[in-house]
């Protein structure tokens, strides 16, 4: 099989983790007699300190182009404290989200035996969890139009929902649920919000579609509460970009770390292959930074974007080898864990590739 | 002291639980000698039925009139699952908030070491947390024009803030920080919101004017995820509306249970205390329902509203001897309480007031 994979590092730990996802494509390329083109561009801070934009069009046409995209992380500590800056690394991210229509972001919360005590929730509260989150990524208060008066007194974010990108990604959500337990939840604001209640409309009327998946709707402040409760009650979760965003995060503390969270994006072309974890500007440069999710990452685009399942079998399988063997990097380490089996990014990464 | 106290039981298990808070608020006002006259009101659910309007004008003129409210619960399944309900449980609830300028909503997350293990988080991570959010309370996507268009196909709620919002619970905020460990964040969604970066700018100029108390600004995404991670990290935690809605039920799982936890809702007016759960009408009429957050809302009532720091002292230690002396409701026991230790809503309030 012959692809074309773009590498997008973006900022911060972007560009360290990034290069182990790409090794182990390579790896996995050689091995199954895959032909892996790959290329590089750049995006968010990066971009905008070399070209003062934060997705240069250069960067969009490679990536349309692309059969895929690994993608590090975005943000700077610059930007963040400096609530007026016109120009933000971020734009260039929901601006390829736009372009490339990557109206799906699939979360797994996939949970490593060897993980279970790198929580801070009680193993046997966990134990057996298994989550996919699929959170709509083009719609919401994310790319509602946004005011603020002349005097700084009022600011604005329009929150909107069209009827069609609920069906579109509502549709994904239940065809995945059917392979799985065939158990859905819906998150919403129903009881507040005007979007919320279009939502659990459309999704009412597909899960008719899909008589043999049992679906359950919940708000958001309940769902927040629920995850930490009992995070086995869940399977396929639906929501909307915002609450999407907040509770993918605080799941990844199902899994132990952010550092283990792999998502993919799609859409209707090129899908897109990141790590949930951010640009952890703190720990940039210091070899400190988990590879695990970038790897994850290129497993899931093995599997969604080529359907190359048992590659990306291959690749997880190496993960959870590494997992047994007992190394970890300092995010997934626990009390017990023996320095000695505590890695930097290049070294967890060598161990995966071995 | 002589003052007028209305109960608003509203719907599902607050008429139970309220009757608990109200029976403590007598018992100890004869203990103490203070003269609590009571009266009662209808909202929610329970006022669309009897009257077809969530809050009548006699429930919001009595309302303005007492000098604190006492809130149980509101909502009802019947409208959950119907989302073109033009009339809602939850619209009473919104806007006696907005009529009585409730602006700050407070919520303790106290920790009793009895229920350190009913926690799905490890004990080690929870001991010693002790956070108090300030929730704004009237503005943001709760009360924004809300639009839908005639043939369904597209739905919007508008995100605002006035920066006179923000600097009232901010100021409120930093005060509350100065008496405790003079640390507070700020959540927000800064890096894509415009009402979150105009949030930012006022907390950045506000803090100016408290150098003694040390800021941090957080994602909300990272701060749903550390509040699990790593709960002590928080003391003071300053957030808007909708996150502060998801963020403190969340956090609810770090005192055990939504049971637990009560809020008061202050302005220029009268103040109003409930507790954070909701109206469950899973368990309504069953003499199941904790009690303990009603309780604990009369306890935040006698503090805030009163000033009556001594007698609300006596009543969180008497929740605190019930826990000691092994009592639980269903929701805070764990595996190992003994079934005779778990009672009923009204043996649970009895053992209090005992
Ligand atoms: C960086 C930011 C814009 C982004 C988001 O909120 O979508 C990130 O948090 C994510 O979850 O991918
Ligand atoms: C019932 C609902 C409108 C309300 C809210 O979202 O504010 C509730 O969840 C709360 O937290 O008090």
């Not at 390579?26 to 091995?31: M, N, R």
């Not at 990604?169 to 649920?177: S, V």
Request: hydrophobic share 40%; proline share 3%; net charge negative.
């Amino acid at each position: 099989m012959k692809k074309n994979i773009l590498i997008i590092p973006g900022d911060g730990i972007g560009q360290e983790v990034t290069t182990w996802g790409k090794q182990v494509l390579e790896a996995i390329a050689q091995k199954h007699h895959h032909e892996f083109v790959f290329d590089e561009a750049i995006m968010g801070h990066t971009a905008i300190e070399a070209t003062g934009n934060p997705l240069p069009d250069e960067t969009l046409e490679k990536a349309k182009a692309a059969d895929a995209i690994l993608f590090g992380a975005i943000g700077h500590a610059k930007y963040d404290n400096d609530p007026s800056a016109k120009v933000r690394p971020e734009q260039g991210l929901l601006k390829i989200r736009k372009d490339l229509g990557l109206y799906a972001n699939l979360r797994p919360i996939l949970l490593f035996d060897e993980l279970l005590d790198a929580s801070s929730l009680k193993p046997e509260v966990l134990r057996g969890t298994d989550i996919l989150f699929f959170r709509e990524l083009t719609g919401d208060v994310y790319f509602g139009e946004k005011k603020r008066n002349n005097d700084n007194t009022f600011a604005s974010d329009l929150m909107n929902y069209h009827r069609y990108e609920v069906e579109r990604i509502t549709r994904k959500a239940y065809e995945a649920a059917r392979t799985r337990s065939k158990k859905l939840c819906s998150v919403d604001k129903a009881n507040v919000l005007e979007t919320s209640r279009l939502w659990r409309e459309v999704v009412q009327e597909i899960a008719a579609e899909y008589p043999d998946v049992e679906t359950e709707h919940m708000f958001i402040d309940n769902a927040a509460m629920q995850l930490v409760k009992n995070p086995k009650k869940f399977d396929v979760v639906l929501t909307a970009n915002l609450f999407g965003d907040i509770l993918t995060d605080e799941a990844s503390q199902i899994a132990g770390s952010m550092g283990m969270l792999a998502s993919a994006s799609i859409g209707d072309g090129t899908g897109f292959f990141e790590p949930i974890h951010g640009s952890a500007h703190d720990i940039a440069g210091q070899n400190k930074a988990n590879p695990l999710a970038s790897i994850l990452s290129a497993a899931l685009m093995l599997d969604i974007a080529f359907g190359l399942q048992e590659e990306a079998k291959a690749v997880t399988t190496a993960v959870a080898e590494t997992l047994k063997a007992g190394w970890r990097t300092g995010d997934i380490a626990n009390a017990d864990t023996p320095q000695d089996k505590i890695l930097g990014t290049n070294e967890m990464g060598q161990k995966v590739l071995e």
